[in-house]
Every structure is written in structure tokens, then in C-alpha cells.
Nanobody, 128 residues
């Protein structure tokens, strides 16, 4: 049974940093691309970042590029991390991790239909 579990959410002050982790089980991570989506209150869910595990190619939404970094954990190889720096109040959201039905991200990585497995989400709150 495939499971995708996010962790690391919490409360952080504006300008601070937070690292989210996504641990996948029941699948071979190299066979998937993994993405982070987020949903703020009253807004639609949007893609934040995607990583093709085999190649390490990454994609970022314009709003987080240069601030967020997605990577595969060097020790826990079934885990993908999202390092978030210089957080702003508008970054507050529920962050979801998802496994792509394809093994690679692409220009269409934001399309939710490309993702087969989703986590339950982890809450990120940014205080001013």
C-alpha cells in the first residue's frame, strides 16, 4: 500500500525558515516525480515545486523560486524535502506532497491530474 506522509509544518515568523519532509512508502521513489502543492485559505491549490527523482531536475513556481529548495534527502532516500526560506505571510497554507504518475516533471507539472498519490498535508503558519 502506497503512503505519502508530510511532516515539518508549524508556526514560523515572517522571514524565518522551515523544512518540510515528504516520506513515501510502498513505492520506488526513483520511479516517480514528487511535487509540493499548497492551498491557502479561500484559494485554490497551487503547485510550488516538482522534482524528478532520477535526474534531479526541479521546477518551481515563480512565487517561490529562489526562496524554496526541493531535494531528495541524502540519508533517507524515500524522503523529499522542501526547504523554505524567507517565509512571508502569503506562504501560509496547507502543504501537500504528491507522487506523479509519470517518472518526471515537465512543463505540465502543475496539473493535479498527473499525480496519483497524495499526502494529507501539513499546515504552515507564518506570523507577522
Amino acid at each position: 500500500q502506497v503512503q505519502v506522509v508530510e511532516s515539518g509544518g508549524g508556526l514560523v515568523q515572517a522571514g524565518g525558515s522551515l523544512k518540510l519532509s515528504c516520506t513515501a512508502s510502498g513505492l520506488t521513489l526513483e520511479d516517480f516525480a514528487m511535487a509540493w502543492f499548497r492551498q491557502a485559505p479561500g484559494k485554490e491549490r497551487e503547485g510550488a515545486s516538482c522534482i524528478t527523482i532520477r535526474s534531479g531536475v526541479v521546477y518551481y513556481a515563480a512565487s517561490v523560486k529562489g526562496l524554496f529548495t526541493v531535494s531528495r534527502d541524502n540519508v533517507k532516500h524515500n524522503t523529499v524535502n522542501l526547504q523554505m526560506n524567507s517565509l512571508k505571510p502569503e506562504d501560509a497554507a496547507i502543504y501537500y506532497c504528491a507522487a506523479n504518475v509519470y517518472s518526471y516533471c515537465s512543463d505540465f507539472w502543475r496539473l493535479e491530474g498527473r499525480y496519483r498519490y497524495w499526502g494529507q498535508g501539513t499546515q504552515v503558519t507564518v506570523s507577522t
